[in-house]
């Protein structure tokens, strides 16, 4: 199915509002995105047919453009139901932990609020030290979050959180979740307006001015349906000053899954690459053995409230 037939919108740049831009890489849907789709799930591996990703002439963000109808994200991930991410809970769980010591350098304890919480692996691996809050889209996830944690948890946005308007966090983390929003600037002000003074704004996203992301261009792994920004460092660190945040921290991140897991990533890759490393992990017993990997080309900040 040709991107001409989908219900496609356009958009201006989101950090710079300007509607000048450039196509950096193009491979159409092939699907509609009818609030069905499987690309909104967290473990999707389908990394092609991205739509067009632009990048702004006036500030360099790149973005997908024009992009599915508001209405369809939405409920895209208001239906989303992902049984597979709950098979990596161990390593979603200890993945949590590198998270909090990064954040515990700057707020040890206090109230935290995850924005795109899932099944609240984070949010459990927080509660030691925090008073936790979640916000999920996903009914379905939200559902598993209070069953297997018990943790309170509510299906909306930032944007407009209902469920814990006139409160203040600590922290406020946001882990692979901006990149999917329609408006992460608005996102960010809402953030900050939900955070005490002085407070911590934690984010993960992909960084597309990462050297893997510039040698495998349009094949880069985070180039997906799913994702509608692509930051670099400097576009992210540019959004959160706009947005009243101070950084204090940007590096990379790596993630602790089983080798099996790791092998699924390849899957969309040359066969020949997908076929030798399986093998190879087959052969040496590694499937459900956990590794550490950095591909260098995520980012980790932590930002202040100014």
């Given amino acids: 199915m040709e991107s001409s037939s ?18 950096l890489y193009e491979r159409p ?27 702004c002439l006036k500030c360099g963000l790149r973005y997908t453009n024009p992009r ?33 010591n990064t954040i515990k350098r700057f707020i040890s304890s206090g109230s935290l609020l995850e924005v795109g919480s899932s ?5 459990n691996a927080a509660r030691t030290d925090f008073e936790v809050t979640g916000l999920e889209p996903s009914h379905w996830a939200t559902e598993e979050a209070k069953r297997r944690f018990k943790i309170e948890c509510y299906p909306e946005s930032i944007e407009n959180p209902k469920s ?22 608005a996102a960010l002000l809402s953030s900050r307006r939900f955070l005490k003074p002085g407070g911590i704004l934690y984010l993960l996203t992909p960084d597309i001015g990462s050297l893997s992301a510039k040698i495998m261009r349009g094949y880069w792994w985070g180039l997906r349906p799913a994702h509608i920004y692509y930051f670099s460092r400097q576009t992210m660190m540019r959004m959160l000053i706009e947005s009243g945040f101070e950084i204090l921290t ?41 590794v550490y990997i950095d591909t260098r080309d995520s980012m980790e900040i932590c930002a202040r409230k100014r």
């Fill in 119 to 123: 099944v609240g692996y984070f949010l």
């Fill in 6 to 23: 989908l219900n496609l919108e356009e958009t201006p740049c989101n950090l710079c509002g300007s509607k000048e831009s450039a196509v």
């Fill in 68 to 100: 599915p109808a508001a209405s369809l994200i939405l409920s895209g991930y208001g239906n989303c139901v992902d049984e597979s991410y709950l098979l990596e809970s161990s390593s979603r769980s200890i993945n949590a932990h590198l998270s909090l």
């Fill in 164 to 185: 814990i308007e006139g409160r203040n966090f600590d922290v406020i983390a946001m882990s692979d979740v901006i990149e999917h929003l329609l408006d992460p600037k």
């Fill in 250 to 290: 940007i590096k990379s991140f790596g993630r602790i899954f089983t080798y099996s897991y790791w092998l699924s990533r390849l899957k969309n890759y040359p066969k020949s690459v997908f076929l030798t490393a399986g093998g190879l992990i087959k052969v040496l017993g590694l499937e459900n053995k956990l």
């Fill in 29 to 55: 849907y092939l699907t509609p995105h009818d609030g069905e789709s499987g690309a909104f799930a967290a473990t999707t591996d389908e990394f092609r047919n991205y739509g067009r990703i632009v990048y």
